[in-house]
């Protein structure tokens, strides 16, 4: 599939596993990259960790890896470090999620290679930050959620701590090195110069949920524990309707007074009437709004509070967003023909009006490309040696 987005032109040699660094780099083959996918000869464990068509084309491998080049190359072999050195030679951006350790004992630590190219943009995918203790440690999503206090907020919510339903701790990472990798990339633009990168999961995180959940712990005295109390209410959950579940949040002061007056429910009143109010009592707020929502069906309150400009929205599963009337009308989802029959890939969620991202491709078999990358190596090695005889 032809290349298009912001990022045509750029290559990426991607030595990353698992989903924080896939993710990515997935993100820049989108949006135009060239992303060529280094694996060990028995590829990357995420290729058998879910269902798909074939072994080793597991579900979630052939999302975060799609439309990238898959070349095996045994590292540990002098002919695979050769290679990947001519690879780096002719490339903007080396990825890799390896420790800091592992990586400088194959000899690919960043001076190494900023010395084959010192323009690179050299960006370490870590669970914890090689300036730390926790440098060595390894870490895995549900490590991360727990040490950056997500199973702590839920116990607040529940009662009983849990993770959350989605491995946000390597995609939150995922999109930090993300645009830590294209900040390096416009600084090289402005003054050629190329630069180290580390993202770290936990860095990341812990300054994630630190956006809100800081609050009066950011101040020195504390003027509070760390938390934000409207996230943490055990009440603040969908409300219980009566034929199901809808979700809405009666927020601000214009939002309370409409609801007010076209529900009329009797615990109004003027004690709730500001947002300082209510937030003071937030619990209380959410209680008997859960006892207000139950009296009607969802198709009702949906109608009502969309009609008076009231968040709303209905508690929808993961297989309906498949079929969600406002994703499929943006084009979120786009179909691909792959060998093993059309995948429906959810796109990008970015718009450009000139350079469009799109699905890059279907995502590649192990070492499914590594003859064309180290061929396409061998020619341009072969253009830069024979400019530099001509010179």
């Known amino acids: 599939m032809k290349h298009t987005g912001p990022l045509c032109g750029v290559r990426v040699v991607d030595l990353t596993a698992m989903v924080m660094g896939p993710y990515c780099t997935q993100i820049m083959a989108d949006m135009g990259a060239d992303v060529v996918k280094i694996e060990p000869p028995a590829g990357d464990n995420t290729r058998y960790i879910s269902v798909g068509p074939e072994p080793g084309m597991a579900?979630?491998?052939?999302?975060?890896?799609?439309?990238?080049?898959?070349?095996?190359?045994?590292?540990?072999?002098?002919?695979?470090?050769?290679?990947?050195?001519?690879?780096?030679?002719?490339?903007?951006?080396?990825?890799?999620?390896?420790?800091?350790?592992?990586?400088?004992?194959?000899?690919?630590?960043?001076?190494?290679?900023?010395a084959i190219n010192p323009s690179i943009v050299y960006t370490n995918c870590y669970g914890y930050g090689r300036r730390g203790p926790d440098a060595d440690r390894t870490a895995y999503d549900d490590t991360i959620q727990a040490e950056c206090g997500l199973p702590f907020v839920q116990?607040?919510?529940?009662?009983?701590?849990?993770?959350?339903?989605?491995?946000?701790?390597?995609?939150?990472?995922?999109?930090?090195?993300?645009?830590?990798?294209?900040?390096?990339?416009?600084?090289?633009?402005?003054?050629?110069?190329?630069?180290?990168?580390e993202v770290s999961m936990f860095e990341t995180m812990a300054a994630f949920m630190l956006v809100e959940h800081a609050n009066g712990?950011?101040?020195?005295?504390?003027?509070?524990?760390?938390?934000?109390?409207?996230?943490?209410?055990?009440?603040?959950?969908?409300?219980?309707?009566?034929?199901?579940?809808?979700?809405?949040?009666?927020?601000?002061?214009?939002?309370?007074?409409v609801f007010v007056e076209a529900v009329n429910p009797p615990w109004a009143g003027d004690h709730f009437a500001t947002l300082a109010q209510r937030a003071a009592r937030i619990d209380t707020?959410?209680?008997?709004?859960?006892?207000?929502?139950?009296?009607?069906?969802?198709?009702?309150?949906?109608?009502?509070?969309?009609?008076?400009?009231?968040?709303?929205?209905?508690?929808?599963?993961?297989?309906?967003?498949?079929?969600?009337?406002h994703l499929n009308a943006v084009g979120l989802f786009e179909d691909v023909e792959t060998p093993n029959g059309t995948v429906r890939f959810p796109g990008t969620p970015a718009w450009f009006s000139r350079t469009p991202g799109r699905v890059a491709g279907p995502a590649p078999r192990l070492g499914g490309d590594t003859e064309e990358v180290l061929d396409e190596m061998r020619l341009r090695a072969r253009e830069v040696n024979g400019g530099r005889e001509r010179d």
Do not use: C
């Open 59 to 114: 579900g979630v491998f052939v999302n975060v890896n799609r439309g990238k080049r898959s070349a095996v190359l045994d590292l540990r072999s002098d002919a695979g470090r050769s290679a990947l050195r001519g690879l780096i030679a002719d490339a903007d951006v080396f990825i890799h999620s390896m420790r800091g350790s592992a990586i400088a004992r194959l000899g690919f630590a960043y001076d190494e290679v900023a």
């Open 155 to 197: 116990e607040q919510l529940t009662g009983e701590a849990g993770y959350v339903g989605t491995i946000m701790a390597d995609k939150v990472a995922g999109m930090t090195a993300l645009y830590a990798t294209m900040m390096a990339l416009f600084h090289r633009e402005r003054t050629g110069d190329g630069q180290e990168v």
């Open 217 to 257: 712990a950011m101040f020195d005295p504390p003027l509070g524990p760390a938390a934000y109390p409207r996230a943490v209410s055990p009440n603040r959950k969908p409300y219980r309707t009566k034929d199901g579940h809808i979700s809405a949040l009666v927020y601000n002061d214009k939002q309370w007074s």
């Open 285 to 325: 707020v959410y209680a008997l709004l859960g006892e207000t929502f139950a009296e009607r069906t969802t198709q009702e309150w949906l109608d009502l509070l969309r009609s008076l400009d009231i968040p709303a929205a209905p508690v929808n599963s993961l297989d309906d967003l498949f079929h969600n009337d």
